[in-house]
């Protein structure tokens, strides 16, 4: 009885998940930022289809790597969503200092709505937050190449999770699923119409 006392009483090996904070939340939002600001002193190099190809891995790697996770834990690290945003930030400052005004308005603008949208749907329940703040610096990352059509990544986002339900539901599984891979789908399809038009 006595061993059984002491082994119910010793601390299990701690397992980090996605949830818990992280001590060091701003490493991977700086990460994100010192990738954008490489690509942006290399556009000139590069050359707009280059820079645009840039933007594109870079986005389509962070919104897979959180989808990733997001399927496997639902939830989605902001350690990961802040790098995503530091890098749509940064484009969109290096938007304003060469010009791009216009477009640089669009793309925060866009991002503004998604992520006024996707408040509406975390507080009614449709989706988690960690998709609102993923939305929003999806579509800022994305706007940076496209301005103001990046909102269609919701569109696009949506249909994906409805095919989804319905594939779900025909085999007989919750219809309920992380909206994270919706939303990276949705970017990077966006991203791709645009660069190869």
Known sequence: MMSLMKAS???????PTPRERSRRPWILFGWGAAVGML???AKPTLGPV??????FTVVGLLSLWLAWIDERTGALPNRIVGALGGFGGIQIVGLVLTGGVPTALGAAGAAALVG???????????VGFGDVKFAAALTLAVGAIVGPLAAYLVAIAVMISSFRMIVLALCGQPRRHPHGLSLALGGI?????ALIT
């Open 50 to 55: 280059g820079y645009g190809w840039g933007v």
């Open 39 to 41: 690509i942006l002193i």
């Open 116 to 126: 006024v949208l996707y408040s509406v749907l975390g507080f009614a329940g449709g």
């Open 189 to 193: 399809s966006v991203l791709l119409i």
């Open 9 to 15: 009483t010793v601390a299990s090996e701690r397992v």
